[in-house]
Antibody, heavy 125, light 111 residues
Framework: QVQLVQSGAEVKKPGASVKVSCKASGYTFTSYYMHWVRQAPGQGLEWMGIINPSGGSTSYAQKFQGRVTMTRDTSTSTVYMELSSLRSEDTAVYYC??????????????????WGQGTLVTVSS | QSALTQPRSVSGSPGQSVTISCTGTSSDVGGYNYVSWYQQHPGKAPKLMIYDVSKRPSGVPDRFSGSKSGNTASLTISGLQAEDEADYYCCSYAGSYTNVVFGGGTKLTVL
């Protein structure tokens, strides 16, 4: 069965960086894009970006351009999301979510069919 | 990219129907048929309920339906049940092949 297992909670100081991992299993890792979505406490979902595990190409939301880096390791079926220059507003649960194309293999991978359990990142001095 | 606009909350009694709206622009909701809806219970990861505006993934009850008119998409839940009480988020394609944007979320209360 498809599983996305994320790394554990982190506490960081303002200005630091955090790197969250998401290990995939139960499917062919390079066949599905992976999105990252975050959710601040009591707030809504916010899309951060996407990585294609096959070639490593990425696309980031404008808000995070220059601060976020998404990478992957095909040998371990793991994707990573690193966020730098952390500030208190970055305190949130960070999710990885598999990109699903719906009914057509030719469609864009715009839907999230499987999610990781979430990783709480707390930014505090 | 601005978030899509949803009502903060809606409510309904068991057995009734409720509709949640999601308003965007011609650059997202209105421009493409790539609207999806997610249900999130407290402390849990979101769950895909609707994709391609109106399609249901396997296992989602047919009480959940989606539609779109112009720049506004809608999720309708008929025959409300207690377990439907949750937060609901719309999501739309926003360009650049893979970029998406979420709505602010709507809290559904089953009275």
């Amino acid at each position: 069965q498809v599983q996305l297992v994320q790394s554990g909670a982190e506490v960081k100081k303002p200005g630091a960086s955090v790197k969250v991992s998401c290990k995939a299993s139960g499917y062919t890792f390079t066949s599905y894009y992976m999105h990252w979505v975050r959710q601040a406490p009591g707030q809504g979902l916010e899309w951060m970006g996407i990585i294609n595990p096959s070639g490593g190409s990425t696309s980031y939301a404008q808000k995070f351009q220059g601060r976020v880096t998404m990478t992957r390791d095909t040998s371990t079926s793991t994707v990573y999301m690193e966020l730098s220059s952390l500030r208190s507003e970055d305190t949130a649960v960070y999710y990885c979510a598999r990109g699903w194309r719906g009914d057509s293999i030719a469609a864009r991978p715009l839907y999230f069919d499987y999610w990781g359990q979430g990783t709480l990142v707390t930014v505090s001095s | 990219q601005s978030a899509l606009t949803q009502p903060r909350s809606v409510s309904g009694s068991p057995g009734q129907s409720v509709t949640i709206s999601c308003t965007g622009t011609s650059s997202d909701v209105g421009g493409y048929n790539y609207v999806s809806w997610y249900q999130q219970h407290p402390g849990k990861a979101p769950k895909l309920m609707i994709y391609d505006v109106s399609k249901r993934p396997s296992g989602v009850p047919d009480r959940f339906s989606g539609s779109k008119s112009g720049n506004t998409a809608s999720l309708t839940i008929s025959g409300l049940q207690a377990e439907d009480e949750a937060d609901y988020y719309c999501c739309s394609y926003a360009g650049s092949y893979t970029n998406v944007v979420f709505g602010g979320g709507t809290k559904l209360t089953v009275l």
